[in-house]
């Protein structure tokens, strides 16, 4: 955006997983830990579906398009093929979610941003069968006025369509948005579509670089 530009952010709208949780390496190991199976394998696996089926089941999953246990069979089906025994890659959720611990850090700042009487929405790429177990992470309907979840809408990030979504459900403008997300990819996303953007690295550095956008004091 240019020096010109002037329009006041109103809302954050924030990532869930690596954002207001600690960090997902620790899931993706415990997945890797819990089915005996080397670190590399799971990109490897969803490679040689994608490669053959034509869709990234994982992108599938998250697009709502495929429901978690047609996703854990495939998975296991190409691990066991791929290592040569049975491979168990069920239990997925649970197996991630355990991993997992709120993170304190950025939720405060989400309650700060509320105070401040600015509008906070969450755009995550989720797992239908997983609702329950992330909203138990977090008081959910107390943060966030409203969801915006792949799994449900069909869409997931960083497809323009889904950013286009969250705008027409908030009714703002993408510049009166600040958009918080740890993926790269996401943000440069949101960015060229003009929202206002914190790539989230660590806690303190999104907190500060939220603060400095928003104008508040830390
Ligand atoms: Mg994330």
């Known amino acids: ?68 246990a047609e996703f854990t069979r495939a998975m296991s089906e190409q691990l066991a093929e791929d290592l040569e025994r049975p491979v168990d890659f069920g239990e997925l959720g649970l197996r991630f979610f355990e991993a997992l611990d709120p993170n304190i850090g950025m939720i405060d700042l989400i309650r700060e941003v509320r105070r401040e009487g600015l509008r906070t929405a969450l755009l995550t790429n989720n797992v239908k069968e997983w609702e329950p177990l992330w909203r138990s992470m977090l008081p959910v309907d107390e ?14 990030k960083p497809d323009p369509r889904i950013y286009e979504l969250t705008l027409e459900r908030v009714e703002l403008p993408p510049g009166a948005c600040l958009f918080v997300d740890d993926l790269e990819i996401n943000c440069e996303a949101a960015s060229d579509l003009g929202f206002e953007v914190v790539h989230f690295r660590e806690t303190a550095q999104a907190r500060a670089e939220v603060h400095a956008k928003l104008g508040l004091t830390a």
């Open 1 to 68: 955006m240019t020096g010109g530009d002037d329009i006041r952010i109103e809302m954050l709208i924030s990532d869930f997983g690596g954002v207001l949780t600690t960090p997902l390496f620790q899931s993706f190991a415990a997945i890797h830990d819990a089915a005996g199976i080397p670190p590399e394998s799971l990109g490897i696996a969803l490679a040689r579906i994608t490669e053959k089926t034509g869709a990234n089941p994982l992108f599938e999953l998250e697009c709502g398009r495929i429901p978690e």
């Open 143 to 156: 943060l966030f006025e409203t969801v915006v979840d792949s799994a449900f809408v069909g869409v997931r």
